[in-house]
């Protein structure tokens, strides 16, 4: 595929199971072109361009004979490096020291260099020199929790980090199945923060920690306003994750994984149901984006333009994404590499990629900058 696109409105990365592949828009986000593969052969399950710095991004590759690697680009996505050092719990390659990279994440606003990292087996990790060296956060991975901390289908794994964008010293982590734990102190000490979350999988409904999250967002805009998309039901919290309310009612599903928000309207949320967790695919075969504008009151379906007659494909926790624009910009990806786009905040989409390989994860970002 081809085409470079500078000056580009919004520029998405797509990583796919064979690699990372880069839309760009035009400025009216009508036309698109695909650049790549980067990366060919690899999954990429995690990636972002630096809204810090814009032309810095990163990207986890793996590879079952290549090896595990973080990407890095330091001229806006057009080419790639290997780092010389992954996060990692030993330095040995054992599947036990690292098995995938599972989410990468810009650090605090004032603290260019920074990045979160979370693996599989579980861990937090952070760089301050843009990814070239790695520093295990052991008050997680020594937790005391961690016993009760069970691997699910997709095995034990922090799938979600990000830095509080109201307070740097404050991460917060997500892994299924552990739940979520939040650090007030640069990841010295954590604390699990699971109060209201469903989980009729666990031997007690009071306990604290063992939660299957799919999916963990902190909002830009509120202080406190945090979602998350669970193995059973989406939740809101308005206390930095204190205490969590259940937000499903009015969904065809409390089953999914992906989740977005709108950066400028703490009250605007999209997901995507999908059917039970045996089946694992867009909810009664119609691929539908839910959004609610009052904090999950209330939802409408988002259809016009998506495939509504036997679509039966999964959308990963990172494959809906937003670009921060107004109106706001979606962009959507699917298991069987069908990339769709919205300019007008849902309401219609179009098809700017298809035949992609399985997509794993998006990153929208406008003029240079990620979201």
């Known amino acids: 595929m081809t085409s470079n696109a500078p000056g580009a409105a919004v520029q998405v990365l797509i990583g796919t199971r064979k690699g990372l592949f880069i839309a760009h828009s035009d400025a009216e986000r009508e036309h698109w072109t695909i650049d790549g593969p980067h990366m060919p052969g690899y999954e990429i399950q995690a990636a972002f361009l630096d809204p810090r710095e814009p032309t810095l991004g990163y990207a986890a590759a793996h590879h079952p004979v290549w090896g595990i690697h973080i990407y890095r680009t330091e001229d806006g996505g057009q080419h790639w490096s290997p780092l010389r050092e992954v996060p990692r719990h030993r330095e040995d390659d054992d599947a036990s020291s690292l098995t995938m990279i599972w989410s990468l994440a810009p650090g605090a606003a004032d603290r260019p260099g920074e990045i979160l990292a979370g693996i599989e087996p579980p861990g937090v990790f952070v760089s301050t020199d843009r ?13 005391a929790d ?51 979350i469903r989980a009729p999988y666990l031997a007690s409904a009071e306990a604290t920690c063992g939660h299957c999250v799919h999916r963990l967002l902190v909002h830009p805009a509120h202080a406190k306003r945090c979602y998350q998309q669970s193995h ?27 989740l977005a928000t709108d950066p400028q309207d703490a009250d605007c949320i999209y997901c995507v149901p999908e059917e039970s967790s045996q089946f694992r695919a867009t909810a009664e075969g119609r691929l539908r984006v839910y959004r609610s504008r009052d904090g999950g009151t209330t939802w409408e379906a988002l259809t016009h333009g998506l495939p509504q ?16 624009l107004d109106p706001l910009g979606l962009v959507l990806g699917t298991s069987s590499g069908h990339c769709f786009a919205s300019a007008d905040g849902g309401e219609h989409w179009q098809l700017i990629a298809g035949y992609l390989p399985g997509i794993l994860c998006l990153n929208a970002g406008h003029n240079g900058a990620a979201q």
């Open 146 to 196: 961690r016993a009760q901390w069970h691997p699910a289908k997709g095995g034990l794994a922090v799938h979600s980090v990000q830095v509080d964008p109201h307070d740097g010293n404050r991460f917060f982590a997500a892994m299924s199945a552990g739940g979520v734990y939040r650090s007030d102190d640069r990841g010295v000490t954590w604390r699990a923060h699971n109060h209201g």
């Open 232 to 258: 059973h039901g989406i939740y809101r919290s308005d206390d930095g994750a204190e205490h969590w309310q259940e937000i499903s009612a009015g969904l065809p599903s409390d089953f999914g994984y992906a």
């Open 309 to 324: 007659e036997n679509v039966f494909v999964t959308v990963l926790r990172d494959g809906l994404t937003s670009d921060g």
């Open 131 to 143: 990814g070239e060296r790695w520093q295990a956060l052991v008050g997680f991975s020594d937790h």
